[in-house]
């Protein structure tokens, strides 16, 4: 064994030490976050607390509202010249679903950012010989609602860092499941009010072309790739059964397994809800939210990197197929990896219920998730060690993400 091979396994048991030794105070950050449940871009609460807990850490600088209300940033560095520093990164998000409060376990992907850069710094700067290396840490707000990630890659926010990683609780451990391009819609009828008994036929019936809309999107599906997705939900459909409705609204997520295919999949759902306006004589507004949210470029070798790490902790990632190729949802984790190669691993956090449902919060307040959190934490700065000890990985990892940032040019263009 070399020496770097040895000096590597000893920086990696630190950084497993150091989580270890600071899991209460971890635990109590994860636990303060899940029990105020805040909305997109209304993350108070947790921003404040997460601010206070990398503040009481020594040696971060911390920039609170960094560029957003609701985000942070905190650094540490190592001496040396920055000329020769990797620019590690570790994301927190925190906003909750409303209704369910965290059924996404946002709480459990704070702790994980702040662990594992925690847990990096503690293993580094009692090395002997300087690693130089900064850990940046990004408080990433809105996950859920239209990415606060893509609001501050649009602000520069992740400029400079050479690689970024976070995890997501999940039910199962995976290094990686689909994570598909999407793009929120808001679809406005506007028609005219009349007594429905009286004389309906003096109006305009726009919770009909709210219907036949609902409708459309419906058939649609017949006509869709099986892993493309259309889904909504009729927001407001009139006031009174007597006023026929001269407005109702609907909000849709569209989704493609890649940002190239969703222009295709945005024409022909365009075809839907203009089609249910011209039927009923309404007029139709099409809005889309201002972030579309992107497909995870993946990094096989980062993938490789952390589930050698998390086998050695005792991850048990799934080889179940059918979860890996069809269980998607999206993320704007996405957008930032066509500017930074990273990964956004899963992990299990001790219960079999699922994301998005109440059974999923309590779960993810629950003491139980904790020791899977944390490991989650321990194979993200392991595997940080990896690329940071070893040049020739972080060469691979960068060889890589070149290659397929140019696959996916090719494919939005068409060549
Ligand atoms: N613009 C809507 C974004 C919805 C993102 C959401 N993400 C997840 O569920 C992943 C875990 N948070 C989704 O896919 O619906």
Not at 103 to 108: P, T
Not at 318 to 323: A, H
Not at 327 to 342: I, M
Not at 397 to 409: C, H, S
């Amino acid at each position: 064994m070399t020496d770097n091979e040895e000096r590597l396994i000893e920086l990696k048991d630190r950084v497993c030490r150091s989580i270890d030794e600071t899991r209460e105070k971890l635990h109590r950050l994860s636990q303060d976050i899940w029990s105020c449940p805040e909305l997109a871009y209304q993350e108070t609460e947790a921003h404040d607390r997460l601010v206070a807990f990398f503040t009481h850490e020594h040696g971060w600088t911390v920039d609170s509202h960094f560029k957003l209300e609701t985000a942070f940033r905190a650094t540490w560095r190592t001496g040396g010249d920055s000329e020769g520093t990797m620019n590690v990164g570790f994301l927190c998000e925190y906003d909750a679903l409303p209704g369910i409060g965290h059924a996404c376990g946002h709480n459990l992907i704070a702790e994980v950012g702040a662990a594992a850069a925690v847990g990096l710094k503690a293993a580094l700067e009692g090395a002997q010989e300087g690693v130089p290396v900064q850990v940046t840490v990004l408080g990433t707000p809105a996950e859920e609602d239209v990415g606060g990630k893509i609001d501050l890659l649009k602000e520069g926010a992740f400029k400079g860092i050479d690689v970024v990683f976070m995890a997501h609780p999940s039910k199962e451990d995976a290094t990686y499941l689909p994570c598909v391009a999407e793009h929120d819609v808001t679809i406005k009828y506007h028609g005219k009010t009349t007594h429905a008994s009286s004389y309906p036929w003096r109006g305009v019936n726009a919770l009909d072309a709210a219907v036949l809309c609902y409708n459309n999107l419906s058939v649609l599906r017949q006509q869709m790739r099986p892993d493309w997705r259309v889904h909504g939900i009729i927001k407001h459909g009139g006031l009174k059964p007597n006023i026929i409705p001269d407005y109702t609204e609907l909000e849709y997520y569209l989704r493609t397994p890649t940002r190239a295919e969703l222009p295709v999949l945005k024409e022909k759902a365009e075809r839907c809800f203009r089609s249910a306006a011209v039927a009923t004589g309404c007029t139709v507004e099409v809005e889309y939210a201002r972030n579309q949210l992107d497909n995870i470029l993946r990094v096989a070798e980062l993938e490789r990197l952390f589930e050698r790490n998390g086998k050695t902790l005792g991850m048990d990632f799934t080889t179940d197929e059918d979860v890996l190729r069809n269980e998607s949802g999206s993320t704007d984790f996405g957008n930032v990896t066509f500017a930074v190669p990273g990964i956004h691993p899963y992990f299990y956090i001790g219960s079999n219920a699922l994301n998005h449902t109440p059974e999923y919060t309590v779960a993810a307040g629950d003491e139980k998730a904790q020791f899977f959190t944390l490991r989650t934490a321990k194979a993200l700065a392991m595997t940080a060690l990896d690329l940071l000890l070893q040049p020739e990985a972080m060469q691979r990892v960068m060889q890589e993400f070149t290659e397929v940032k140019l696959k996916d040019d090719k494919m939005s263009n068409g060549v």
